[in-house]
Structures are given as C-alpha cells and as structure tokens.
C-alpha cells in the first residue's frame, strides 16, 4: 500500500525578492529553499498514517530541477518518508505539465492508496497541481483540509471552505487529499532520521522521458516586476481623540473608502 | 470572437459581488457572456445574471447543486463549456473556484491561471496578472496551446456598477450526465460568522500581538461590527492559538485586496505585508513608531490600540449614523 507526499521547494518565507534585469524571473541566486510549508502538513500526515498501517510505505516526489529539489525529499525522508523519487524537469514547468508528470511516474511506479499533498505551494498560490494530479490518476479529490481520518475503504476528512464552513467529506480510496494548515503540527527530524536521509539513494527520472510534449505547456509567466513603491506613510498627530477624528475625516473625505 | 463563460455564485439568493464583477468585465468586451449557474435557486438567479451582462444563461437546479462536490461540479462545468463554445472561462478565486477550475482544466487539457488581479482581453488575447509570493512581485500571464483559457480572479479587483434592469438573456437548462461519486458530502457545518470571508471583505480589522490576549480580539470585534468588516489576524496570534487559521493574513495564511486595512497591534512582518500589501487603504494603529507595518501604511497613528480602538467605533458609529 502505497502513500505518495507530492512536495514542492519554495523559496523561505522571510526571502526579499529581487527580479532578474529581463523581468524573465526572480533572481534566484542566494535564494534559502525550504519545502513548501503545506507540503510539511502533507508529509506528517503521510507518517502518521504509516504509524497506523505498518504495510504502508511512503514515497516522497517532487518535480524539479535535480540539483536542488533533492533537497526537499531528503527533509521529507528525515521526516519518516521510506523511498523518493525526484522528476529532474526544467524550472518554470506550469501547474498542468507539473500534474502530468508527478501522476506518470505515480502511475509507473504501481500507482496509490492515498496521495498527499500540501492545498497550494507559496510561492505562485495557483491551487491547482493537486487537484490536476487526481484528475490525471482518476481518483477523487479534496483540498484545504484540516482533519482526516482513514478507514478501511475510504477516507474522512473535513475541508475548510470559504467564511470558517467546515464540509465533512468521505472519499472513497484510492483518493488525493491536499493538507491545510491545523491538519497535524509536523514533526521535526529526528538526527538519525537526518542521518538515514543522507544515504538514502534518491530514484530520479528524466521528465522528458515521461513523453511530455511542449505543446503541454499552456500557461506562461513574464514580465516580473516588484511592487510600486508606496508613498510615506502619513502619521497623524496631537491628542488620541484628534487622531482618531483625524483619520475618520480622511478615510471619509480624502480616501473615501468609508 | 472569443466568447465568455462565467461560474456564476450566489449568496443569501443574490449573485455574489465577485461574479457581478467577472459577467460586467465579460460583457464590456462585447462579446457574447454565458453566465452558468449551478444552484437549486437558479431561477431566481438568471435574471440578475442578465442585468449584470450576461446574453446567455445555462442553469441546472439539480439539488445535486445545494453544496459543493468536485466531481458533479467538473462534469457540469465541463459539459458547459463544450456545449457552449465559450473559450475565455472566469471564475472567482473562491473557495469553490479554485477547487473546481484545475481539475476542469485537466480533464479538458486547458490553461489554468489562478489569483489574478488585473484582467485583459482584447480580440484572441487574454493576459492576466497575478501576486508571487504572496504579493511580494508580480507577473504577466499569456496562454498558448490551449483552445479554452481558464482564469480565477480574486475578489474586488473589478468594478461594479449596478445592473441594468432593462437587460435580458436567453435561458436553457444544462443536461449532463451524473457520474458516478466517490466524494460523499457527508455534512456542511456553516462557519459562526456570518461575515464575508477575509478574500472577499471590503474592509478588514487586524490584529496582532499588541493586543496582548486572544479576549482582546473583542475590540476588534466591535469595531469591524460598526464597519461591516472581517476581523484578520497576523500569524503570531494564530500560532498562539487565539484565533482561528481561517484568519491568517500573509504568506502562509490568506492574501487580501481590500479597499481599507485597519492593521491593529500587528508589527508587520514581511510575510503579513506580502499577503495585505494590495490593500487600497492600510491604517496602522501602533505603539511602536518604527514597527514595519507603518512603511506599507497610508495612514498611521502611533499610540495605545486599547485608547484608539474603542474611539474610533465610537466616531464611525456616530459619521455613519448620518
């Protein structure tokens, strides 16, 4: 019984960000990477159900360049995960090329009880690889969850939709299931753990071996650029009581947003 | 000419003021506007579509429809694309529209772009911008090889006018076939508040540590009351426990556009500025003149948040009475 964790590298929340000089992309050099911080709910989730289920094995994938994303599977294998598999593809794939190739190498690797990810990666917040990896495998779907609990046949889980409504869902298995935050509080690795990822041997495929033609590809990114500066900010002064009638008259009058 | 198609949503039996906005854009291009509306109070419904743009309406009142499963949505949405040609599909960047939209996307092999803030359509052209990093740069979205472009455009980024009453719009009923389900809605537990969600709000009330504890949020509270607002949080307080995730504002937590952000007690942090930054209008109410969050805000006002907060409900209970 397999569990696969689909993991993306992303570049460290506290990363300043700074545009190449043909707006083609983000300068990447000196970037700190970490593991998508929803994929980490997805990988405690994928242990904790291993822990339950000793026949079950954990396979951690990612689709990346090779050099680089290997290092998401290893904090992944530190975790708990058993086996990794790294799709070596080029940077700037789409969210649908993306969703092809992690389903093929799913599919040749035997296919999945239950596929785990994380609701989106932060650093594009497209949403959508899950939901096309599940399309792709033919089984059912559900995002942003924060509750979950396995069954012999099925799967519940509870997903956080829009105004703080809770929708309790069964998914008949094998199914996807993208992890938001609250679902677990992930785990950190353990030293032999980190040490055991260290020599674990990493299974890599070629994405252009998967028959992923170009044509595949249907969205495109350009012209990146960073946010207009905002003007000074305007402190408002003299006693509490001016201040506040201070900012009702502007937010009225001035702003006119109230 | 490209036609469009628009997910249409409802709320409390009105279309939803973030699928007003998609069926106006549509229908100021000219061309031909599907509104699809997948709701057992249809009916009611398609008229208000036509007011807001739309030539065509496609409905299905199937109770199927009464909440949201993936798989009965996917195949609808796709049996109405199809049937009605549309090549340029809109949705927003809903909790239900960024569900559906990718899975609809694979099954129909279509270009998928999710968040957009700005929209573009001219003639076969269609280019969309959207946040990285949650807001800390952006970036310009063109589709190829795709015969059906699909976008989710977050919430208060059009305008709206209010619908013309004169319009009318062609109706018919959707038919398709009802898979078979492996996704069992087994309960619907409605969220406490009845406020709108934090991506939808058009006026957030924030808070952060400065508030000291989670039984503080109340002043928040009463204030978002007076302003119709949705109380955010900065992620320090959620980790803390005082609130709830659904709350989070920033990169790990929600990223919104409002026309007023009122950040209370929340230092801002580079993760929090990235997810609010958008705001038309921040106020930051802070006692500490160097905190971060005063470099993002257009009005600041440095003092105890406990004084200011109470006042400032008061004074906007009293302008907004008149």
Sequence with gaps: MKVFVCLKQVPDTETKIKILPDQSGIDTAGIKWVVNPYDEFAIEEAVKFKEKNPTAQVWAITSGPKARAIESLRTALAMGADEAIVINSPDGLDALSTAQALAKTIQQEGGAHLVLTGKMAIDNSQSSVPQMVAEFLGIPHTTVVSKFEATAESFLVERDADGGTKEVIQLM?????????????????????????????????????LGITTTEQKVRYSGFALPPEKPPVKLLSGDVASQVSQLVEALRNEAKVI | MSKFLVFTESHNGKIKRSSQELLQFAAKSGSPVVSLILDPAAEALGLEAAHHGATEVLFSKDADFESYNPEVFTTALVEAI???????????????????????????????????????????????????????????????????????????????????????????????????LKTLI?????????????????????????????????????????????????????????????????????????????????????????????????????????????QKATYGLVGDAFEIVPLLAAEFKKVLQH
């Design chain 1, 173 to 209: 298995s094998p199914a996807l299931v993208a992890a938001n935050k609250g679902l677990n509080m992930p785990r950190y690795a353990s030293l032999p753990g980190i040490m055991k990822a260290k020599k674990k041997i990493i299974k890599e495929v070629e994405f252009s071996s």
């Design chain 2, 82 to 180: 199809q049937k009605s040609g549309a090549s340029t599909v809109l949705a927003s960047s809903s909790s239900t529209g960024k569900d559906l939209f990718p899975r609809v996307a694979a099954r129909i092999k279509a270009g998928v772009v999710s968040d957009g803030i700005e929209i573009q359509a001219s003639g076969d052209d269609l280019k969309v911008k959207k946040p990285f990093y949650a807001g800390k740069c952006f970036a310009t979205a063109t589709f190829e090889n795709t015969a059906v472009k699909m976008v989710l455009m977050r919430p208060n980024q059009l305008p709206v006018m209010a619908g013309d009453a004169t319009k009318t719009a062609s109706q018919s009923e959707l038919s398709f076939t009802k898979p078979s």
């Design chain 2, 186 to 294: 087994k309960a619907i537990v409605k969220g406490t508040s009845e406020k709108l969600d934090l991506t939808e709000a058009n006026i957030i009330v924030a808070g952060g540590r400065g508030l000291k504890e989670a039984s503080n949020f109340k002043i928040l509270n009463d204030l978002a009351d007076v302003l119709g607002a949705t109380v955010g949080a900065s992620r320090a307080v959620v980790d803390a426990g005082w609130v709830g995730h659904s709350m989070q504002v920033g990169q790990t937590g929600k990223t919104v556009a409002p026309s007023l952000y009122i950040a209370v007690g929340l230092s801002g942090a580079i993760q929090h500025l990235a997810g609010m930054s958008g705001s038309k209008v921040i106020v930051a109410i802070n006692s500490d003149p160097n905190a971060p969050i005063f």
